[in-house]
C-alpha cells in the first residue's frame, strides 16, 4: 500500500494530524519508519489535488500541524 493510499484510508476514518497518521502508519506496517517530512508533502500533495481539506481553527500560532479530513473524492479514491 502507497503512502497516499494508506493517509487517504486513515483519513476516512476521521479528522486527523499528521504526526499521528505517521503513528498509524507505522502501525500498521508493524514498526516500518515513515519520515514525517514525506506525510506532510503527502498530505500537501493531496490537498493540491483536492482529495482532502485541511482545517486550521485553533491551530496554535507557529505550529505546523493541521486537522486533515478526506474530501469526497478522496474517499472514493480508497474505495477502489
Do not use: W
Not at 502507497?2 to 479528522?15: I, K
Amino acid at each position: 500500500m502507497s503512502v497516499r493510499h494508506a493517509l487517504l484510508a486513515f483519513l476516512s476514518e476521521g479528522p486527523n494530524y499528521g504526526l499521528q497518521l505517521r503513528q498509524e502508519f507505522e502501525e500498521a506496517r508493524r514498526g516500518v519508519p515513515l519520515n514525517v517530512g514525506q506525510v506532510y508533502t503527502t498530505l500537501q500533495r493531496l490537498e493540491r489535488d483536492e482529495l482532502i481539506e485541511s482545517d486550521d481553527r485553533g491551530r496554535t500560532p507557529g505550529l505546523k500541524r493541521c486537522s486533515t479530513s478526506p474530501r469526497r473524492a478522496g474517499r472514493s479514491s480508497t474505495r477502489g
